[in-house]
């Protein structure tokens, strides 16, 4: 089954820095990629989400790269605020299951 | 909100008890999603049931079981219960299962805690 694998565990920036979150999976036939953020003790959120026929995304601040080729895509947070700080969960998405990273903690201090 | 509703919010219990927790889906949407989150860790999917019917299967115990009913509200039992069981567990809904995704809202989780 798919295997998601995701660096880094925990992620600390100074406000206004950029920050970086990168995932791997395992089944080429996964074929949609949601990231979701996650406040303590909160529901899961989704903040940006790609398909497998594009490459980038964009919206606002947050973007998201595929490669299909080495099977990783990656999380980009500009101009980072506080309340930013979370903790991000990847996923793959392959016939009717999603399956998550083990998440990244960002902290984002002022 | 995300129009997706789990009960109870909080539920402590002892070793060795059962307990079930309920979600109901956002209206119109006809698949349930069923997730454990332990401590510090990620979001392990259980089982998914699309119209009733059991659809996908994660890494789901056998003491734990699920079913959803005619009016689409889902229930997850968790028998048994160990200490390792304490966990979030959440709940989410999305109009259809498929090759194609459709995004899956999460409900406000049901925290277990087992003494």
């Known amino acids: 089954g798919e295997n998601v694998e995701q660096h880094p565990s925990t992620l600390s920036v100074q406000e206004g820095d950029s920050a970086v979150i990168k995932c791997t999976y395992s089944?080429?036939?996964?074929?949609?990629f949601p990231w979701y953020k996650q406040e303590l003790g909160k529901r899961p959120q989704l903040i940006i989400d790609i398909r497998s026929n594009v490459g980038e995304k964009k919206d606002q601040r947050i973007a998201v790269t595929l490669n299909k080729t080495a099977k990783h895509f990656s999380l980009h947070i500009t101009e980072t605020q506080p309340e930013d700080s979370a903790v991000y969960f990847c996923a793959a998405y392959n016939t009717d299951k999603l399956i998550f990273g083990t998440g990244t903690r960002l902290q984002v201090f002022p | 909100d995300s129009g997706v509703t789990q009960t109870p919010k909080h539920l402590i219990t002892a070793t060795g008890q059962r307990v079930t927790l309920r979600c109901s889906p956002r209206?119109?949407?006809?698949?349930v999603y069923w997730y454990q989150q332990s401590l510090d860790q990620g979001l392990q999917f259980l089982i998914q049931y699309y119209n009733g019917e059991e659809r996908a299967k994660g890494n789901i115990l056998e003491r734990f079981s699920a079913q959803q009913f005619p009016d689409l509200h889902s229930e997850l039992n968790l028998s048994s219960l160990e200490l390792g069981d304490s966990a979030l567990y959440f709940c989410a809904s999305s109009e259809q299962p498929g090759l194609d995704y459709n995004e899956q809202f999460f409900g406000p989780g049901t925290r277990l805690t087992v003494l």
């Open positions: 209206s119109g949407d006809l698949s």
């Open positions: 089944d080429s036939a996964s074929n949609y």
